[in-house]
């Protein structure tokens, strides 16, 4: 599968090109995180010491430079920091690896099935998609977390993504739409293993379907009230972020 020419202006702004190497700084990632996603996890703030890239934003530019198929599966295999620089295959065929200038794989796809490749319908998918993937917190975690007696630490929070994968019948449909079909956690001392599952509905009705896997570290037993506090100083930040405040 031969990359996809040129990159969506959804992506301008979130990425630049060095050479051979596509570079994501800090500041990029955060934006991409607030501005496409509505992510606002810590560990993407600009000045976080623990700055991470954004999974969604890796997971975009490989939709957008391979297209979509009919299975796709992404997993990371090590987190993405400031300006590190990335080689994203030429081409991929059932399999690929997003690597750095070591050779050490970041991000590692797995594709099958048939493929398409226009612009127009990749970044319709990768809209709904980290628009869904924004909503994790509070609106899935926190009722998931509860249930099963345990909450984020508000004072470290730590979620980090390990995959995706999605799941099509056919590509022929229009205007993508992601809806939650199942959650679960496996909770391990103070570790937390979570899988969201989705359909994926088209024009026409449901088309596939998907999961996403999560790890939440440094878990604590639930506290209502302090967990909302949490929630609301959250909401308050997303309401009155402004770009210029990153």
Not at 84 to 112: D, H, I, R, W, Y
Not at 212 to 217: E, N
Request: proline fraction near 5%; aromatic fraction near 8%.
């Amino acid at each position: 599968m031969t990359a996809v020419a040129g990159v969506r202006p959804l992506l301008d702004g979130y990425h630049r090109a060095d050479g051979k190497h596509i570079r994501i700084s800090a500041r990029e990632g955060s934006l991409f995180a607030k501005q496409v996603a509505g992510d606002f996890n810590p560990i993407h703030d600009e000045d976080s010491k623990r700055f991470c890239v954004p999974g969604d934003l890796l997971f975009a530019l490989a939709v957008s430079r391979y297209g979509v198929r009919e299975h796709m599966d992404f997993r990371f295999a090590g987190m993405v920091g400031d300006g590190v620089a990335l080689c994203f295959p030429e081409a991929v065929g059932s399999a690929g690896s997003v690597v750095n200038e070591q050779g050490k794989p970041l991000l590692e796809m797995t594709f099958g099935g048939a493929g398409r490749g226009e612009q127009d319908f990749s970044e319709a998918l990768i809209r709904q998609y980290v628009a869904f993937s924004g909503q994790n917190f509070p609106h899935i975690l926190v009722p998931l977390l509860a249930d099963n007696g345990v909450m984020i630490n508000p004072d470290r929070p730590l979620v980090i993504y390990e995959s995706m994968a999605l799941s099509f019948d056919a590509l022929d449909f229009n205007q993508p739409q992601l809806v939650l079909s199942g959650s679960s956690i496996a909770v391990n001392g103070k570790r937390g293993d979570v899988r969201l599952d989705f359909d994926i509905h088209g024009s026409t009705g449901k088309v596939g379907s998907g999961s996403k896997k999560l790890a939440i570290g440094g878990l604590l037993p639930y506290d209502e009230a302090r967990m909302n506090v949490v929630i609301d100083a959250f909401v308050i930040r997303k309401e009155n972020w402004q770009p210029g405040s990153v």
